[in-house]
Nanobody
Framework: QVQLVESGGGLVQAGGSLRLSCAAS????????MGWYRQAPGKQREFIAR???????NYADSAKGRFAISRDNAKNTVDLQMNSLKPEDTAVYYC????????????WGQGTQVTVSS
């Protein structure tokens, strides 16, 4: 099993920055993808950014140019640097780790609240 623990959420004014961190523990395959998703009230969970263990990254259009994802494979951590935050970025942010071993396995953190005030 894999456990994910997020930290770094909080309240920030529009235009500000926050850095989210996620630490994974447990039995982790070395080849995996870690990423961030978010869910705003009344909306479905949406993809924000992902990074493979090889360092390849993908971003949602809403995150491009403002957010940056990074990871430390040795520590099994993934960070999300969020700049130029907007009120519409307000959501619960979830860390995800997934890998494929015959089938896909997904693991989720408990979520951390990000609130951006206007």
């Amino acid at each position: 099993q894999v456990q994910l623990v997020e930290s770094g959420g909080g309240l920030v004014q529009a235009g500000g920055s926050l850095r989210l961190s996620c630490a994974a523990s447990g039995t982790i395959l070395s080849i995996n993808t870690m990423g961030w998703y978010r869910q705003a009230p009344g909306k479905q969970r949406e993809f924000i950014a992902r990074i493979t263990s090889g360092g390849d990254t993908n971003y949602a259009d809403s995150a491009k140019g403002r957010f940056a994802i990074s990871r430390d494979n040795a520590k099994n951590t993934v960070d999300l640097q969020m700049n130029s935050l907007k009120p519409e970025d307000t959501a619960v942010y979830y860390c995800n780790l997934n890998y494929r071993l015959v089938r896909r396995y997904d693991f989720w953190g408990q979520g951390t609240q990000v609130t951006v005030s206007s």
